[in-house]
Protein backbone atom coordinates (compact mmCIF):
# COMPACT_ATOMS: atom_id res chain seq x y z
CA UNK A 1 0.00 0.00 0.00
CA UNK A 2 1.71 3.72 -0.86
CA UNK A 3 1.73 5.69 1.90
CA UNK A 4 0.75 9.42 1.00
CA UNK A 5 3.14 12.59 1.14
CA UNK A 6 3.95 15.85 0.85
CA UNK A 7 7.42 17.47 0.07
CA UNK A 8 8.29 21.11 0.41
CA UNK A 9 10.10 21.65 -2.78
CA UNK A 10 11.32 25.28 -4.50
CA UNK A 11 8.65 27.08 -2.16
CA UNK A 12 6.38 24.55 -3.38
CA UNK A 13 4.22 21.66 -1.69
CA UNK A 14 4.40 18.76 -3.62
CA UNK A 15 1.97 15.66 -2.83
CA UNK A 16 2.84 12.16 -4.00
CA UNK A 17 2.74 8.49 -3.03
CA UNK A 18 5.18 6.36 -1.92
CA UNK A 19 5.60 2.69 -2.12
CA UNK A 20 8.31 -0.09 -2.27
CA UNK A 21 11.29 -0.98 -0.48
CA UNK A 22 12.76 1.91 1.61
CA UNK A 23 15.80 0.65 0.21
CA UNK A 24 15.27 -0.09 -3.27
CA UNK A 25 16.52 2.34 -6.58
CA UNK A 26 14.00 5.47 -7.02
CA UNK A 27 11.90 5.42 -9.81
CA UNK A 28 9.41 8.44 -10.31
CA UNK A 29 6.66 8.46 -12.14
CA UNK A 30 5.21 11.44 -13.76
CA UNK A 31 1.07 12.09 -14.98
CA UNK A 32 -0.41 13.20 -17.63
CA UNK A 33 -2.56 16.48 -18.01
CA UNK A 34 -5.30 16.72 -15.67
CA UNK A 35 -4.18 13.53 -14.07
CA UNK A 36 -2.38 12.72 -10.55
CA UNK A 37 -0.66 10.21 -8.68
CA UNK A 38 -3.92 7.72 -8.22
CA UNK A 39 -3.56 6.83 -12.21
CA UNK A 40 -0.62 4.74 -11.81
CA UNK A 41 -2.82 2.51 -9.22
CA UNK A 42 -2.72 -0.04 -11.75
CA UNK A 43 1.06 -0.50 -12.28
CA UNK A 44 2.55 1.11 -9.11
CA UNK A 45 2.55 -2.06 -6.96
CA UNK A 46 3.87 -4.07 -9.20
CA UNK A 47 6.73 -1.46 -10.11
CA UNK A 48 6.97 -1.39 -6.31
CA UNK A 49 8.17 -5.37 -5.92
CA UNK A 50 11.79 -3.98 -6.73
CA UNK A 51 11.75 -0.15 -6.71
CA UNK A 52 11.38 2.89 -4.28
CA UNK A 53 8.06 4.26 -6.33
CA UNK A 54 7.71 7.54 -6.09
CA UNK A 55 4.28 9.15 -7.72
CA UNK A 56 4.23 12.99 -8.02
CA UNK A 57 1.27 15.37 -8.32
CA UNK A 58 2.59 18.15 -10.21
CA UNK A 59 1.65 21.87 -9.25
CA UNK A 60 -1.77 22.19 -10.30
CA UNK A 61 -2.86 18.88 -10.16
CA UNK A 62 -4.55 16.71 -7.18
CA UNK A 63 -3.09 17.50 -3.44
CA UNK A 64 -0.26 19.56 -4.75
CA UNK A 65 -0.24 23.23 -4.45
CA UNK A 66 -2.14 25.25 -7.54
CA UNK A 67 0.02 28.19 -7.56
CA UNK A 68 -0.86 29.97 -10.56
CA UNK A 69 1.91 30.08 -11.92
CA UNK A 70 2.19 26.72 -14.54
CA UNK A 71 4.65 26.29 -17.42
CA UNK A 72 6.42 23.28 -18.38
CA UNK A 73 9.79 24.40 -17.28
CA UNK A 74 8.65 25.06 -13.82
CA UNK A 75 6.85 21.80 -14.08
CA UNK A 76 10.29 20.73 -14.61
CA UNK A 77 12.20 22.07 -12.07
CA UNK A 78 9.71 21.12 -9.71
CA UNK A 79 10.47 17.72 -10.03
CA UNK A 80 14.42 18.74 -9.67
CA UNK A 81 13.58 20.42 -6.36
CA UNK A 82 11.55 17.26 -5.21
CA UNK A 83 14.85 15.36 -5.85
CA UNK A 84 16.53 17.55 -4.04
CA UNK A 85 14.32 17.55 -1.14
CA UNK A 86 14.81 13.62 -0.58
CA UNK A 87 18.05 13.03 -1.02
CA UNK A 88 17.21 11.56 -4.49
CA UNK A 89 20.92 11.85 -6.83
CA UNK A 90 20.05 9.59 -10.04
CA UNK A 91 16.78 8.17 -10.20
CA UNK A 92 14.81 6.12 -13.00
CA UNK A 93 11.92 8.54 -14.70
CA UNK A 94 8.83 7.30 -16.43
CA UNK A 95 6.41 10.02 -17.66
CA UNK A 96 3.02 9.71 -19.61
CA UNK A 97 1.74 12.46 -22.41
CA UNK A 98 2.43 15.63 -20.43
CA UNK A 99 4.56 14.02 -17.71
CA UNK A 100 6.42 12.67 -20.58
CA UNK A 101 7.31 16.08 -21.68
CA UNK A 102 8.65 17.35 -18.19
CA UNK A 103 10.22 14.28 -18.30
CA UNK A 104 12.37 14.52 -21.23
CA UNK A 105 12.84 18.26 -20.23
CA UNK A 106 14.73 16.98 -16.84
CA UNK A 107 17.12 14.57 -18.85
CA UNK A 108 17.97 16.75 -20.96
CA UNK A 109 18.48 19.84 -18.61
CA UNK A 110 20.40 17.36 -15.88
CA UNK A 111 21.36 14.17 -17.81
CA UNK A 112 23.49 13.22 -14.90
CA UNK A 113 20.17 13.39 -12.45
CA UNK A 114 18.42 10.57 -14.75
CA UNK A 115 19.41 7.17 -15.17
CA UNK A 116 16.60 5.28 -17.34
CA UNK A 117 13.59 6.80 -18.98
CA UNK A 118 10.06 5.58 -19.77
CA UNK A 119 8.19 7.54 -22.39
CA UNK A 120 4.99 6.63 -22.55
CA UNK A 121 3.09 7.92 -26.05
CA UNK A 122 4.68 11.03 -26.43
CA UNK A 123 5.30 12.89 -28.75
CA UNK A 124 7.96 15.34 -30.55
CA UNK A 125 8.00 18.46 -29.60
CA UNK A 126 6.34 20.27 -32.57
CA UNK A 127 4.03 23.09 -33.20
CA UNK A 128 0.11 21.62 -33.35
CA UNK A 129 -2.96 22.97 -34.51
CA UNK A 130 -4.71 24.87 -31.68
CA UNK A 131 -7.66 23.49 -30.26
CA UNK A 132 -9.89 25.45 -27.50
CA UNK A 133 -10.32 22.93 -24.64
CA UNK A 134 -13.52 23.00 -22.68
CA UNK A 135 -14.13 22.98 -19.21
CA UNK A 136 -15.36 20.13 -17.80
CA UNK A 137 -18.57 20.77 -15.11
CA UNK A 138 -18.33 20.51 -11.78
CA UNK A 139 -15.31 20.28 -9.43
CA UNK A 140 -12.07 20.05 -10.67
CA UNK A 141 -9.03 17.57 -8.98
CA UNK A 142 -6.89 20.05 -11.32
CA UNK A 143 -7.00 23.79 -11.66
CA UNK A 144 -8.32 24.54 -15.26
CA UNK A 145 -6.15 27.40 -15.38
CA UNK A 146 -3.24 25.48 -15.37
CA UNK A 147 -4.32 22.95 -18.54
CA UNK A 148 -5.15 26.41 -20.01
CA UNK A 149 -1.65 27.50 -19.74
CA UNK A 150 0.01 23.60 -20.66
CA UNK A 151 -1.75 23.60 -23.43
CA UNK A 152 -0.69 26.59 -24.98
CA UNK A 153 2.45 25.32 -24.44
CA UNK A 154 2.46 21.76 -26.29
CA UNK A 155 1.09 23.46 -29.02
CA UNK A 156 3.60 25.74 -29.33
CA UNK A 157 6.60 24.38 -27.73
CA UNK A 158 9.53 25.68 -27.24
CA UNK A 159 12.10 25.02 -30.27
CA UNK A 160 14.99 24.18 -28.16
CA UNK A 161 13.28 21.44 -26.96
CA UNK A 162 13.22 19.60 -29.77
CA UNK A 163 17.10 20.13 -29.97
CA UNK A 164 18.08 19.24 -26.69
CA UNK A 165 16.38 16.10 -27.37
CA UNK A 166 20.03 14.56 -28.52
CA UNK A 167 21.74 15.74 -25.95
CA UNK A 168 19.97 13.45 -23.55
CA UNK A 169 22.06 10.31 -22.01
CA UNK A 170 19.59 8.28 -20.35
CA UNK A 171 18.98 4.63 -21.59
CA UNK A 172 15.35 5.69 -22.63
CA UNK A 173 12.69 3.55 -23.84
CA UNK A 174 9.65 4.99 -25.45
CA UNK A 175 6.81 3.36 -25.49
CA UNK A 176 3.62 3.89 -28.47
CA UNK A 177 0.22 3.27 -27.76
CA UNK A 178 -0.12 2.36 -32.20
CA UNK A 179 -3.02 3.40 -34.05
CA UNK A 180 -5.52 3.61 -31.22
CA UNK A 181 -3.65 6.64 -29.68
CA UNK A 182 -4.62 9.94 -30.53
CA UNK A 183 -1.34 11.10 -30.94
CA UNK A 184 0.50 10.88 -34.26
CA UNK A 185 2.59 7.84 -33.87
CA UNK A 186 5.17 9.11 -36.41
CA UNK A 187 5.83 11.75 -33.90
CA UNK A 188 6.61 9.29 -31.21
CA UNK A 189 8.78 7.33 -33.85
CA UNK A 190 10.38 10.49 -34.19
CA UNK A 191 11.26 11.04 -30.89
CA UNK A 192 12.66 7.87 -30.11
CA UNK A 193 15.06 8.77 -32.97
CA UNK A 194 16.12 11.87 -31.83
CA UNK A 195 17.57 10.50 -28.30
CA UNK A 196 20.44 8.67 -28.60
CA UNK A 197 19.74 4.75 -28.58
CA UNK A 198 16.01 5.55 -27.54
CA UNK A 199 13.54 2.19 -28.21
CA UNK A 200 10.57 2.36 -29.05
CA UNK A 201 8.03 -0.22 -28.62
CA UNK A 202 4.81 -0.20 -29.60
CA UNK A 203 1.83 -1.85 -26.91
CA UNK A 204 -1.05 -0.99 -29.37
CA UNK A 205 -3.87 -0.29 -26.89
CA UNK A 206 -4.25 3.42 -27.13
CA UNK A 207 -2.45 6.40 -25.39
CA UNK A 208 -3.79 5.28 -21.87
CA UNK A 209 -0.81 2.14 -22.22
CA UNK A 210 -0.62 1.78 -18.79
CA UNK A 211 -4.35 1.96 -17.52
CA UNK A 212 -5.65 -0.11 -20.82
CA UNK A 213 -2.78 -3.00 -20.74
CA UNK A 214 -1.53 -2.66 -17.00
CA UNK A 215 0.74 -5.99 -17.69
CA UNK A 216 2.35 -5.63 -20.79
CA UNK A 217 2.98 -1.96 -19.83
CA UNK A 218 4.68 -3.66 -16.37
CA UNK A 219 6.27 -6.16 -18.07
CA UNK A 220 7.70 -3.86 -21.07
CA UNK A 221 8.83 -2.03 -18.22
CA UNK A 222 10.45 -3.50 -15.67
CA UNK A 223 12.56 -5.71 -18.32
CA UNK A 224 13.96 -2.34 -19.30
CA UNK A 225 14.42 -1.41 -16.03
CA UNK A 226 16.63 -4.55 -14.71
CA UNK A 227 18.66 -5.72 -17.97
CA UNK A 228 19.76 -9.08 -17.58
CA UNK A 229 23.04 -9.44 -16.06
CA UNK A 230 26.07 -10.05 -18.57
CA UNK A 231 26.96 -14.21 -18.90
CA UNK A 232 29.77 -15.24 -16.60
CA UNK A 233 32.97 -15.31 -18.24
CA UNK A 234 34.13 -18.49 -19.50
CA UNK A 235 36.76 -20.13 -17.89
CA UNK A 236 39.29 -22.01 -20.42
CA UNK A 237 41.22 -25.10 -18.98
Given at each position: MADHHSVH?????????????????????????????????AVAPVLAL??????LDLRGHGR??????????????????????????????????????????????????????????????????????????????????????????????????????????????????????????????????????????????????????????????????????????????
Amino acid sequence: MADHHSVHAGGLRLACRVSGPPDAAPLVLLHALGEDATDWEAVAPVLALSRRVYALDLRGHGRSDWPGDYSLELMRDDVLHFLDALGLGTVDLIGHSMGGVVAHLLAAEHPRRVSRLVLEDVPAPHPRKPVVPTRPEGELSFDWEMVRAIRRQLDAPDPRWLERLGGITAETLVLAGGPRSHVPQDGIAELAHRIPGGRLVTIPVGHLIHTASPQAFTATVSAFLTPPEPPPPTHRP
